[in-house]
């Protein structure tokens, strides 16, 4: 079973340049997740999808990022502008759904997108 | 609000010598916790949910609700099991159900 596939895998940018993610999750997944993870920290969920509805993006800056699933499949993440303390990895994760089924909310990862900025 | 606490960002051992990470947890509901591991050069993964009541690569984890905590063990600790540990709390309610609070992670060393 192919896993969660994100590009590119590094990234290194300049303040206030944009920059763009993409994930493929994995195949009949409903529900998508784009975490940012800053370096000694545990990752924090920017955006939340059912298929391609947002149920939560709290805690997504949205100023500069925005995210996309529009056809419920592959999702992007961008920022624009990006800002010094966006360097981090960025990582997309999905799940069957969402039920009090717990092998529904089994979360898979991708590798990671690290971005850098300068 | 939910959180997750790993107090300790290190924790080094000898091989075959107990291991136990620390895991504390706040939320108003009924708990749903996992620990997750990223070993070396891989994917975040699950290692292992608190509902299946399942030992994994000889780790177990108990949730304690009086002490708020899922506190992750193995009793004889292996090389390869050097890695980084997150523990991660399910939001089983409302409009964000599915989402998860990391803690911040422990790195555990295990030394020859």
């Known amino acids: 079973e192919a896993g969660v596939a994100q590009s590119p895998r590094y990234k290194i940018i300049e303040k206030r340049q944009s920059v763009a993610f993409w994930c493929n999750p994995i195949?009949?997944?409903?529900?998508l997740y784009w975490y940012q993870q800053i370096l000694g920290q545990g990752p924090k969920l920017l955006i939340q999808?059912?298929?391609?509805?947002?149920?939560?993006d709290s805690q997504l800056p949205k100023d500069r990022f925005s995210a996309e699933r529009l056809k419920g499949v592959d999702s992007t993440l961008k920022i624009q502008p990006a800002k010094l303390e966006d360097s981090a990895v960025y990582l997309c994760?999905?799940?069957?759904?969402?039920?009090?089924?717990?092998?529904?909310?089994?979360?898979?990862f991708g590798p990671g997108t690290r971005l850098t900025v300068l | 609000a939910q959180r997750v606490t790993q107090p300790e960002k290190l924790l080094s051992v000898f091989k075959g010598a107990p291991v136990e990470l620390k895991c504390n947890y706040s939320y108003s509901g009924s708990p749903e916790l996992f620990w997750y591991v990223q070993y070396s050069r891989q994917r975040l993964q699950l290692l292992l949910r608190?509902?299946s009541r399942e030992s994994i690569k000889g780790f177990t984890a108990d949730l304690n609700k009086g002490e708020t905590s899922f506190h992750l063990k193995k009793p004889f600790a292996q090389e390869e099991d050097s890695a980084m540990y997150y523990c991660a709390l399910l939001n089983a309610g409302g409009t964000s159900y599915g989402k998860l609070t990391f803690g911040q992670g422990t790195i555990l060393t295990v030394h020859p």
């Open positions: 608190h509902i």
């Open positions: 195949s009949g997944h409903a529900t």
């Open positions: 994760a999905s799940s069957l759904g969402t039920s009090g089924r717990a092998f529904r909310n089994e979360q898979f």
């Open positions: 999808f059912q298929n391609n509805g947002v149920v939560d």
